[in-house]
């Protein structure tokens, strides 16, 4: 996480105000009123702040410390340090919004990791997640990255107990300039 530690507000601003609507859209009219949400991996929390003001409780997290920090000052609200893998929580969310943060997980720990995020999860609770869009793993900026494509969620979220895909989409990234960039958006419904 040094990178992110060591550029936090140049990332922020490079990724704060983009839209995303067009996903909350697909995200949150799966939730119940009042949901309880998860943001795994918080970023900026410029999702979390969305989640907000639409009347949802959310819970954030980021592995990064300084960009948590940012967030919650941004958010008004505690910002825990923690990475995916250390997640603890049980049967307390109704939906878990994992945007551009499973990507960087190894793939020989994802199934450790879903299987975590599916026990967070209420019965019947919602998971978006999304990676950048191919196969394979690799190193950029001293950042890890795995991305996935369609068959490759599919056999990872088949694996997990309690999981299922209900749909799969693609689209291309929505900051200025990365538009050649595609992203594979997942929603997943399960809870033990």
Not at 55 to 78: C, H, M, N, R
Not at 88 to 112: M, R
Request: hydrophobic content about 40%; some cysteine; proline content about 4%.
């Amino acid at each position: 996480m040094s990178y992110y530690d060591n550029n936090a507000v140049a990332f922020i601003e490079s990724t704060r105000l983009v839209d995303m609507r067009p996903l909350y859209q697909r995200f949150l009219p799966l939730l119940p009123g009042q949901a309880h949400i998860l943001d795994a991996g918080c970023g900026s929390g410029r999702d979390a702040k969305q989640f907000i003001e639409q009347g949802y409780k959310v819970t954030a997290f980021d592995a990064s410390t300084e960009i948590a920090a940012l967030a919650e000052k941004e958010l008004g609200q505690p910002v825990s340090v923690q990475r995916l893998q250390e997640i603890q929580y049980q049967n307390q969310f109704d939906g878990i919004w994992a945007c551009a943060s499973l990507l960087h997980v190894p793939a020989k720990e994802l199934p450790y990791v879903f299987h975590r995020l599916a026990r967070a999860l209420k019965p019947n609770g919602v998971i978006y997640c999304s990676f950048k869009y191919g196969q394979g793993e690799y190193e950029k900026q001293s950042r890890r990255f795995t991305d996935m494509d369609k068959v490759g969620l599919r056999v990872l979220v088949g694996e997990i107990e309690g999981l299922a895909i209900t749909e799969l989409w693609v689209t291309v990234d929505r900051r200025p300039g990365r538009e050649r960039e595609q992203w594979l958006n997942g929603i997943l419904v399960g809870g033990e």
